[in-house]
């Protein structure tokens, strides 16, 4: 199919991590299953990947094994450099009140649960460009320009993209968090605004990040160090809105100070290496994450807080979800937009975020932001979690994204793919 041809099987739009994901394991397992899928997918700003050597992007996530495994299953992690990756081994997380080296600070280590690290941390470019070629690898088709309107019929959906009108059994809305598709489609959302900015940079620091995550609760705002490739730190600082501003404004030399405070000097003396950029922080849920013909995926289906690090790993999840739901349809003779499967991957998929959004707007609220006596029964669940090893097997099992019911690519192994 070229990018002239309009009549898609499935159509999705945006080619983020989560939209390129979806494309690449629906297009190769398709493929595999002979029964092969026309597929395109929008996308007016593919960005260029990153070249040889450049300077890592301040722009990272945590990337948890789930959404290794999602990756690797789509032809994408393959793709990426190696050099560019870094995976972590722990996680260290303290309160304010406690030393960051200290007996009280909680450690996760991947050792606990036999595992060689609790994930990767990469830039989201890195992934997004390796998903989409991966994608037209597997015989998808990018169209460069985006989602204006659509309109519902009973056997397709007409979609207008610039001067074209396209048409699909299926509509994936993976456009993010201003999601078009979600507006057209009339799904009423809520969205909360957190009162929060995160500050984001790379910094280089004076001691060795030991290819761990660190994470201090502030009591008013939480700030994370995540390894990178290269031997320096990403930070991901939340703070209240005006705060952040303030920060942003400051000088380099001045900012730097502020932060070495904010980490308590665990990682010693830090220089900023990048810009710094204010992103600011809203709790999003579309009520409906499917409609007839359509369905919503990663951030245009919710978004959640950065602290815990879960926004995309649960993105890559419903799309692996949404492909082994089209895939049965696919089996049982369907057409890609049945109302069942796409039922069955709305079920689904609430069912798995609503406990886990819930978590983390509680650490949020209790451990990240509040002084009160809940905060002190949150600070004491932590002391217990500390002294539990099965609690610390509980929230690694959470952490790499491997509990709960999970999607056929998240449950094989990447080694087993390769
Ligand atoms: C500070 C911060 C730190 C984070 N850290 C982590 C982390 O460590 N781990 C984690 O799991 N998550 C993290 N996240 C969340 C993560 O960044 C998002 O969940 C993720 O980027 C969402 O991916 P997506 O593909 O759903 O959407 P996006 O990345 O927003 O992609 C949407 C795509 O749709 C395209 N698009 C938009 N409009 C249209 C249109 N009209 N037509 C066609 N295409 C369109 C865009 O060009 C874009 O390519 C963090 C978020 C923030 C703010």
């Given at each position: 199919?070229?990018?002239a ?17 979806a494309?690449?394991?629906l ?28 300077a ?121 968090a ?68 303030e ?15 904010a ?69 049982r ?73 999970l ?12």
């Open positions: 199919m070229s990018a041809d309009t009549r898609w099987d499935v159509l999705i739009v945006g080619g983020g991590p989560v939209g390129a994901c494309g690449a394991l297009q190769r397992a398709a493929g595999a299953g002979r029964r092969p899928l026309r597929i395109g997918l929008l996308e007016p700003a593919r960005p260029a990947p990153p070249a040889a050597g450049a890592l992007d301040a722009r990272v996530s945590a990337w948890s094994r789930s959404s290794e495994r999602i990756l690797s299953a789509a032809g994408a992690w393959q793709r990426m450099a190696a050099e560019r990756i870094q995976p972590y081994e722990r996680m260290c997380v303290w309160p304010a009140h406690v030393p960051a080296r200290s007996a009280d600070a909680l450690v996760f280590d991947a050792a606990y649960v036999g595992e060689s690290n609790l994930g990767s941390i990469a830039e989201n470019r890195l992934v997004q460009c390796a998903a989409l070629e991966a994608f037209e690898a597997a015989g998808g088709t990018i169209v460069p320009s985006g989602f204006s309107g659509l309109e519902i019929h009973e056997d397709e959906v007409q979609v207008r993209a610039a001067e074209q009108v396209h048409s699909c059994k299926l509509l994936v809305g993976a456009d993010g201003r999601s078009r598709v979600r507006d057209a489609l009339g799904v009423a959302t809520r969205i909360t605004s957190y009162e929060q900015t995160a500050i984001v940079a790379n910094v280089r620091t004076e001691r060795a990040h030991e290819r761990t995550a660190w994470q201090r609760f502030l009591g008013a705002g939480t700030l994370a160090f995540l390894p990178l490739a290269d031997g320096s730190s990403s930070i991901v600082w939340s703070v209240q809105e005006t705060l952040a501003r920060r942003l404004a400051l000088p380099a030399a001045q900012f730097e100070q502020e932060l070495l405070g980490s308590d000097g665990v990682l010693g003396a830090l220089e900023l290496c990048t810009e710094r950029v204010g992103l600011p922080l809203r709790r999003l849920r579309a009520e409906r994450f499917s409609a007839a013909r359509c369905a919503l995926v990663g951030d245009a289906a919710h978004v959640v807080h950065p602290l815990a690090g879960q926004g995309v790993n649960l993105g890559l999840l419903d799309a692996a979800a949404l492909a082994d739901c089209v895939l049965e349809a696919l089996q003779g369907e057409d890609p937009g049945a109302a069942a499967a796409l039922r069955r991957y709305e079920r689904w998929r609430k069912s798995e975020l609503a406990p886990m959004a819930l978590a983390i707007d509680g650490f949020n609220r209790f451990l990240a932001h509040d002084s009160g006596p809940l905060a002190h029964l949150a600070q004491q669940g932590l002391v217990w979690v500390n002294r539990s090893e099965a609690a610390k097997r509980l929230f690694i099992g959470r952490a790499l994204g491997l509990a709960g019911e999607p056929a690519a998240a449950r094989v192994r990447a080694a087993a793919l390769s």
